[in-house]
């Protein structure tokens, strides 16, 4: 008997039945329910094949979004991930760049002490830079 070892522990899923996991089993089932729902609330409205397409077009969203995954999202964080990124954090992304011997030469120039200057302008640069990227972290 032997046991299947993920290389990467981080993509282990835990199979309940028929090799899938908890929230596959879910959304088939919620997938199902939705066709067999749909089908007998329009089977006598519309003609049978409209309603198959129908009960198509209801199950499937609901499907995939059991077997969705991107970059280790499941399909909510993937669509909360999109509408941040879309809607509220829309607008212009502006793209600064400084140039760190531009203002080696600065501090040079002015006379200031020399390397001690120059280093304790970098650090005092490297934390301005660290606080702007921590302003753009997304939760």
Not at 124 to 134: G, N
């Amino acid at each position: 008997m032997q046991a299947k070892i993920s290389k990467e522990i981080r993509t282990y899923r835990e199979e309940i039945f028929m090799g899938l996991s908890l929230r596959q089993l879910v959304c088939s089932a919620v997938a199902v329910g939705a066709a067999v729902g749909s089908y007998f609330a329009l089977r006598g409205v519309l003609g049978r094949e409209t309603v198959s397409w129908v009960c198509i077009v209801f199950a499937a969203p609901v499907a995939a979004a059991g077997f969705f995954t991107y970059d280790g999202l499941n399909f909510e964080q993937f669509l909360r991930a999109v509408w941040e990124t879309i809607f509220l954090q829309a607008g212009p992304r502006v793209w600064k760049s400084e140039n760190r011997y531009e203002q080696e030469m600065k501090v040079r120039k002015k006379g200031k002490g020399g390397w001690l200057a120059v280093l304790s302008a970098l650090s005092a640069f490297s934390k301005k830079r660290k606080e702007e990227v921590k302003d753009f972290e997304i939760a």
